[in-house]
């Protein structure tokens, strides 16, 4: 632990200092004093309730660092504390590619967007057959997100059952590694599956310093519950820190099981959360990379029993509340609790894409995800990725220019004319957005073509097989 950890006494002047590039995202679902109440509340959880911590190294650090340790490993975390935390904790990181380009910089002023990881089954895109997903499925999965020009890292998506499922996670980053040169988003199902996988990437990045020097991967590590931090968790978290990788860290949060029913109280309960593991980050190694969770609130249908992926309760307010104490977040859309390709599918995706968009994480991750997290698909992200580029397109800044307001052009032509032939027409049409799945064509082509629905065009095996690219969008790359 750095010998510089100096909470105690009277409280230092809050870190937080307003939001990051807040002018950049236009949705804010709560306001800044509701960001407040939240923070606050979470702080004095951290007071009054405490944590579990249920890794012996992580109860020391905290009471190496004056926090108040009870005998069974309940810790209670001082607002200075937080506070001196949220101060040393980076407000904007890089994240590489495996060339060690720039990737993702998460600093709040742009999102980027991936798949997600261990689904339990796939929904075959050619036999429409709901299965148990392979090897073959996973670097099927990790090719298409490698050449979906609007995914922007890779995760696995499926759990494979034709390897020893105790190390499967190995199986998957080594899989992910070989098949992408984008970023990378895993998750691994103990410590050592963290260790070999970081282990694994320092091999490729050429050592441990030239791997913190330039990251191209992330860790999502979950908690049990936002008071209930387990030892796997912990120990991943401490092992990241060390390593300078980031980590993406979520505790578990389902209103009205783990937390209130009450939007509020759930975010204020995994919040408590994030700012342990934020806390725990900064003692190991100040400056650590943290991304904090940005999506909860929501919990189980009480007529089903089954957690809601797509629902609007667990929309934008950990996103915003990241943004005001200054930390890049991490959040989920682009799933649906669909069973299929459907209707429904699209909706939700869309839905939920929108409003994250619109409300600025740093990272989305579960595109293409159905069946409430349980099932993967490989046309429902192909899908997802048409979405996320009508919406880049929609945040794009308007040209305003001289050349975009063409008044000479306009003047030329004049009321009686077209601009079909003109110049202007054949510099610019390709500043305008034209979808790859989304049906444009008159009927007629529409009819000569098949007369597919989305999801039959999505699910296509040759746009699968292709690397995603859908053939009539090189057509706009033809002089």
Request: proline share 5%.
């Amino acid at each position: 632990m750095s010998s510089d950890v100096t909470h105690g006494g009277a409280a230092a002047a809050s870190p937080i200092a307003g939001d990051r590039t807040a002018a950049s995202w236009p949705y804010r679902r709560i306001t800044a004093e509701q960001c407040e109440r939240l923070h606050e509340a979470a702080v004095a959880i951290l007071q009054r309730t405490g944590v579990r911590l249920e890794l012996p190294r992580a109860v020391e650090l905290l009471r190496g660092a004056d926090c108040a340790v009870s005998a069974d490993g309940i810790a209670r975390i001082p607002a200075t504390l937080v506070d001196w935390a949220l101060e040393r904790a980076p407000r904007s990181f890089t994240i590489y590619d495996r060339g060690g380009k720039p990737a993702m910089v998460l600093d709040g002023t742009r999102t980027c967007y991936g798949p997600g990881s261990d689904c339990l089954s796939i929904l075959d895109h050619r036999s429409g057959e709901r299965r148990a997903p392979t090897m073959a499925d996973v670097g099927e999965g990790v090719g298409l997100a490698d050449a979906l020009a609007e995914i922007d890292y890779v995760m696995s998506m499926f759990l494979p059952v034709d390897v020893d499922n105790r190390i499967a996670d190995r199986h998957q980053f080594r899989l992910m590694l070989s098949r992408t040169r984008k970023p990378i988003v895993f998750v691994t199902y103990d410590a050592s599956g963290c260790y070999h996988a970081v282990a694994m990437a320092e091999l490729v990045a050429g050592g441990a310093d030239a791997l913190a020097a330039k990251p191209f991967l992330a860790c999502y590590v979950n908690t049990a519950a936002g008071l209930l931090h387990n030892s796997d968790a912990l120990d991943k978290l401490i092992f990241l820190a060390e390593r300078g990788v980031p980590v993406l860290y979520i505790p578990g949060s389902q209103a009205g099981v783990t937390g209130p029913a009450t939007p509020a109280g759930a975010v204020a309960m995994f919040w408590a959360g994030v700012l342990t593991g934020l806390v725990i980050a900064q003692l190991v190694r100040q400056g650590a990379p943290f991304v904090a969770k940005g999506w909860g609130g929501g919990g189980l249908d009480m007529r089903t029993m089954v957690y809601g992926y797509a629902g609007p309760d667990q929309r934008a307010t950990a996103i915003t509340l990241a943004r005001h104490v200054g930390l890049p977040s991490f959040s989920l859309a682009g799933a649906s609790d669909a069973k299929t390709v459907d209707q429904q599918a699209a909706a939700e995706a869309a839905l939920s894409l929108a409003v994250e968009s619109l409300a600025g994480p740093d990272l989305v991750h579960d595109l293409g995800y159905l069946e409430s997290g349980l099932t993967g698909s490989l046309a429902q992200l192909a899908i997802c990725d048409e979405i996320v580029a009508w919406l880049r397109h929609l945040k794009a800044p308007l040209d305003t220019s001289e050349a975009a307001l063409a008044l000479d052009l306009i003047d030329e032509v004049g009321p009686d004319g077209q601009f079909l032939a003109a110049r202007h027409t054949a510099t610019h049409y390709r500043e305008l957005y034209y979808p790859a799945l989304f049906e444009r064509a008159t009927r007629e082509a529409w009819s000569a073509a098949g007369g597919t629905t989305l999801a039959e065009r999505a699910g296509s095996a040759a746009l699968i097989d292709s690397g995603g690219v859908p053939p009539h969008r090189h057509l706009l790359s033809c002089s």
